[in-house]
Structures are given as C-alpha cells and as structure tokens.
Nanobody
Framework: QVQLVESGGGLVQPGGSLRLSCVASGSILSINVMGWYRQAPGKQRDLVASITRGGIINYADSVKGRFTISRDNAKTTMWLQMNSLKPEDTAVYYC????????????WGQGTQVTVSS
C-alpha cells in the first residue's frame, strides 16, 4: 500500500556530511507520520527524526543540532541532512511511514548503510 525507497548512504569521515532521501509511493495520502530510524549491529532500531502530516518535527537527543529532516510540499519525498557525523552514527538507516487506524501500520524502506570512519 505504501512503498518506500531510501538512497544516499555511504562512507564518510568523522565531521563530514551525508544527505539521505526517501521516496514514497502508493497510498501516500493515508500516511500520518514519516521518519528515519537507524540500527547498528547488535543494537535496537531507534528513531532518529520524524515529521507528522501537520509538520511537527521531533529529533532524538543524540542528533539534535546536527541532523535536519525535511520533505517536499507533495509529501512524496523526505530527506535527512546529516552534518558533523560521528562514528557512533554508523548504522543502517531506514525510512518509515505510519498509518494510524485501530492499530498502527508501518511501512519500511530497504535501508541504506551509513558508515562514519577514518
């Protein structure tokens, strides 16, 4: 019903920047909130940043001041601008969309690897 495709990951040195993109297709008008999650090996998948249909933005404390989430007016494309990257930012980053009905329905992208290393 909702398909998500991420791109933009790669290898970057500490202090560098990357810009991730997520393109949504399908039943996109039903999406209530979109966001970025990340998961490092052996660790839980955690929320990085999110934006609601009404434009409310939330960031994890670990990325505040460094990452910026944004989207286009049609709400079909979402970006995550990542600056001042640290080795602890290394993870697979996933695009996520949620639809709130009687239960929360999640759609996930395939993930894109971000590696921060010298």
């Amino acid at each position: 019903q909702v398909q998500l495709v991420e791109s933009g990951g790669g290898l970057v040195q500490p202090g560098g920047s990357l810009r991730l993109s997520c393109v949504a297709s399908g039943s996109i008008l039903s999406i209530n909130v979109m966001g970025w999650y990340r998961q490092a090996p052996g660790k839980q998948r955690d929320l990085v940043a999110s934006i609601t249909r009404g434009g409310i933005i939330n960031y994890a404390d670990s990325v505040k001041g460094r990452f910026t989430i944004s989207r286009d007016n049609a709400k079909t494309t979402m970006w995550l601008q990542m600056n001042s990257l640290k080795p602890e930012d290394t993870a697979v980053y996933y695009c996520n969309a949620k639809k709130f009905t009687t239960v929360t329905i999640d759609a996930w992208g395939q993930g894109t690897q971000v590696t921060v290393s010298s």
